[in-house]
């Protein structure tokens, strides 16, 4: 078991982080570190020693339309500054602070689709956590990241019958716009869990 490691500023971050042989001045992006600081702040990660590790806590949520039993997927998602993902996922999103997965899960729904009422959406069940592990991510490489996953069933009404789109926005700019379709089979757990995870988009920091 880990030590946490409380972060006063994004200079002490990346004095902790070179002290553990991260440098991350070899990451690709200048504001990844900033990135990381905000999701330690906001408490979507904490960062742990012995060894150095981020850790994070993730909701995976299968989402099952009440009408045709079809499971909800994230196709793709288009980044205002033109890059393009493929997605084929399901909804996932980070726990933050002391929420508990259920909440988690019902802030994803609100915040992801776009959905104005819950009182649609019915949480069937959550599992109990599964231990994951990435040696290195593509926005932080050289961190490891342990993922605490949550797989929550739930079904919903009041949603697009076919595909839809939702919009991301930071400070009422464009960051993203996501692209979901329904599915009849579950697609299995991909080991990428960028699960949107705040305000960076990889918005997905994984």
Not at 42 to 66: D, H, T, Y
Not at 82 to 93: A, D, I, N, V
């Amino acid at each position: 078991m880990g030590t946490r490691i409380k972060i006063d500023n994004p200079a002490h971050l990346q004095q902790t982080l070179e002290g553990e042989g991260v440098f991350v001045g070899q990451w690709d992006s200048p504001a990844a570190l900033e990135a990381l600081f905000t999701e330690i702040r906001e408490g979507e990660c904490e960062l742990q020693a012995s060894p150095l590790e981020r850790w994070l806590r993730i909701v995976r949520l299968a989402l099952v339309s009440k009408r045709t039993g079809m499971f909800l997927v994230e196709e793709s998602v288009q980044y205002a500054d033109g890059r393009f993902q493929q997605r084929g996922r399901l909804l996932s999103e980070k726990i933050i602070g002391g929420e508990n997965p259920i909440d988690c899960a019902k802030r994803a729904v609100a915040e992801e689709l776009s959905v104005a009422s819950l009182s649609g959406l019915e949480i069937l069940g959550v599992s109990e956590p599964s231990i994951e592990y990435r040696l290195s991510t593509p926005s932080y490489p050289g961190l490891r990241s342990r993922y605490e996953i949550y797989d929550v069933s739930a079904t919903i009404e009041g949603l697009p019958s076919t595909g839809f789109s939702t919009e991301e926005s930071d400070a009422d700019e464009l960051v993203a716009t996501h692209r979901w379709c329904w599915a009849k089979q579950k697609p299995k757990a991909q080991n990428n869990h960028s699960a949107r995870i705040g305000n960076e988009p990889e918005n997905d920091r994984q």
